[in-house]
């Protein structure tokens, strides 16, 4: 089978996203396009939307309402891409506050979105060594947790750590059982 009839087959022949059945074509998500689980089936309205961004239509991307819940992490991923497109429309970001994706499905639409707008945004630790997802780091000075009464203590290891995609001083990780967002300045990378 094809990927496009595979597509079909899993959204029955109409928009993941919109559930027009107006010009279906497949649509890649990078950075794992080319496959099933890499793409979506979209219209013609979106694929273009999608493809051109002076052709966005706000009110178009109303449908992502529903499309948001769907089971398919691709379909997850081009909601949240499209929702911070148009965040400034108001709506889009009460969407965002509600929207739920697995860590590695979040991890994906983030990581697109960089590669989407260019911007390389380098996380670096206290002495200047650059942090990638998955890293391990020591906390270098006692941390109070906002909102809690969690204390990140000194020489403390954070593994498996997460980059914040929009912004280079922050780094989330667990302390204390807890997933919290850390400034990489209080922070070195362990080898």
């Given at each position: ?42 219209c ?38 499209m ?38 945004i380098?996380?670096?630790d ?66």
């Open positions: 089978m094809s990927l496009e009839s595979d597509l079909n087959k899993r959204s029955d022949s109409k928009c993941e996203l919109c559930t027009s059945d107006n010009g279906i074509m497949p649509f890649g998500v990078s950075p794992k396009e080319g496959s099933l689980d890499g793409s979506i089936s979209a013609e309205t979106c694929n273009e939307q999608l493809n051109d961004d002076s052709k966005i239509e706000a009110n178009h991307w109303r449908c992502l309402n529903d499309s948001m819940w769907s089971t398919v992490p691709a379909v997850q991923v081009v909601a949240f891409r929702l911070n497109k148009i965040k400034a429309e108001g709506w889009p970001q009460d969407l965002l506050d509600m929207m739920y994706m697995e860590e590695d499905t979040a991890a994906w639409a983030k990581a697109g979105m960089a590669v989407e707008n260019d911007e390389a380098i996380h670096k206290s002495n200047g060594v650059v942090l990638n997802q998955g890293d391990s780091v020591v906390v270098i000075k006692d941390l109070n947790v906002k909102g809690s009464s969690i204390v990140a203590k000194r020489g403390e290891a954070v593994r498996n750590i997460s980059l914040v995609w929009d912004n280079a001083e922050q780094i989330e990780g667990r302390v204390g059982g807890q997933q919290i967002v850390i400034l990489t300045q209080y922070v070195k990378k362990t080898s």
